[in-house]
């Protein structure tokens, strides 16, 4: 089940894509993915934020696009999936480990750079830089999820132009990034199912208090020494 879907929902006004930008998702929240563009195993997936009325689970208008972490954790698309955790750590299943794998910095700055709709496009056998990423959308989705599979150290993972890329970058954190550490049902009980990237809404702004300069601060001198001088000769005439 590729696009069409999700598509057809969009086209009834039902959902609104958030392919470019952050995403307001927390633990708890529950989502349902979809196989979207791109060739063979792996992403681009399509994840459908859902929310229940009462009866049953339904979509709502978040919706993204995502990159799985890990090769051998599996889900159904369609299943209905809980978001257990959101860290900076895939938490098991990989085939290089089973105790937690935090993201890469430079797997943090591909999926940025596609999130914000800046990442670059690449040729056919992704050796080289070719136009923008959504000139060949399904080459270029299979290029970047094998690029982060590479820099998570996964098995189907190859070294391609977005890795030269990513590493060139130099980051030295994750941004906003995260991961979703999600969980399925399975006979009421609640496995690990898979680990997605999010560009986490960061949420409001928060001002920085405001500083005085450094002229304000002389004004504020002269007058508390005015205070005291007022103070003392008001003191004297008393006495």
């Given amino acids: ?18 392919e470019a930008g952050y995403v307001d998702v927390s633990i708890g929240d529950h989502l349902k993915l979809y ?20 009866t049953n689970y339904v979509p709502t208008a978040t919706t993204w696009s995502t990159f799985c972490l890990e090769v051998d ?3 159904y698309y369609n299943q209905l999936l809980k978001v257990n955790n959101i860290s900076d750590t895939a938490m098991s299943g990989g085939t290089n480990t089973n105790n937690g794998d935090p993201i890469s910095f430079a797997t943090a700055w591909l999926y940025t750079q596609f999130s914000n709709g800046s990442l670059v496009g690449l040729n056919s056998n992704g050796t080289a830089e070719s136009g923008n990423y959504n000139d060949n959308h399904a080459a270029n989705a ?12 996964e098995s189907l993972g190859v070294h391609n132009k977005y890795v030269d890329l990513a590493l060139a970058a130099g980051w030295t954190s994750i941004g906003d990034v995260r991961v979703l550490n999600l969980m399925r049902y ?6 690990n199912a898979q680990d997605q990237l999010v560009l986490l809404d960061p949420g409001p702004e928060v001002a ?10 002389a004004l504020l001198g002269i007058g508390g020494m005015a205070l005291v001088g007022y103070g003392w000769r008001r003191k004297r005439q008393v006495a």
């Fill in 1 to 18: 089940m590729k696009h069409f879907l999700l598509a057809g929902l969009i086209g009834l006004g039902m959902l609104s894509s958030a």
């Fill in 35 to 54: 196989n979207g563009t791109g060739n063979g195993t792996g992403g681009e997936y399509d994840a459908v934020l859902q929310e229940f009325d009462g």
């Fill in 73 to 75: 954790e599996h889900f």
């Fill in 142 to 153: 299979t290029h970047l999820q094998k690029a982060i599979w590479y820099l998570e150290e």
């Fill in 186 to 191: 399975s006979n009421g009980q609640l496995i």
């Fill in 208 to 217: 920085p208090p405001l500083v005085p300069e450094p002229s304000t601060f």
